[in-house]
């Protein structure tokens, strides 16, 4: 079995920073690609930036040159820097691994959620 944690959210003023971190341990050989996605009130869970192992990234086009996605696959751990927040970007903010187990296999596994609030 695997776990993700996530943390780091919590609330800030529009303009302001936050960096969420997403922690994956468990039953675990390697982790291909790791992300964020957010969900807010209503609406259904949207992509928020996405990067692979070897370190590309995608972004959702609504946070791009705000937000930088980044992991460190020696902790299994994957980072959300996110910058000039807005209200429109409060939501419950998840984490997304594909792992890969001994059996080689993949799993997709999901954090609990983190929520990010932004006051205007």
């Known amino acids: 079995q695997v776990q993700l944690v996530e943390s780091g959210g919590g609330l800030v003023q529009a303009g302001g920073s936050l960096r969420l971190s997403c922690g994956a341990s468990?039953?675990?050989?390697?982790?291909?690609?790791m992300g964020w996605y957010r969900q807010a009130p209503g609406k259904q869970r949207e992509l928020v930036a996405t990067?692979?192992?070897?370190?590309?990234?995608n972004y959702a086009d609504s946070v791009k040159d705000r937000f930088t996605i980044s992991r460190d696959n020696a902790k299994n751990t994957v980072y959300l820097q996110m910058k000039s927040l807005e209200p429109e970007d409060t939501a419950v903010y998840y984490c997304?691994?594909?792992?890969?187990?001994?059996?080689?296999?993949?799993?997709?596994?999901w954090g609990q959620g983190t929520q990010v609030t932004v006051s205007s």
């Open positions: 997304n691994a594909g792992v890969l187990n001994r059996l080689g296999l993949v799993y997709d596994y």
């Open positions: 468990g039953s675990i050989f390697s982790i291909n690609t």
């Open positions: 990067i692979t192992r070897g370190g590309s990234t």
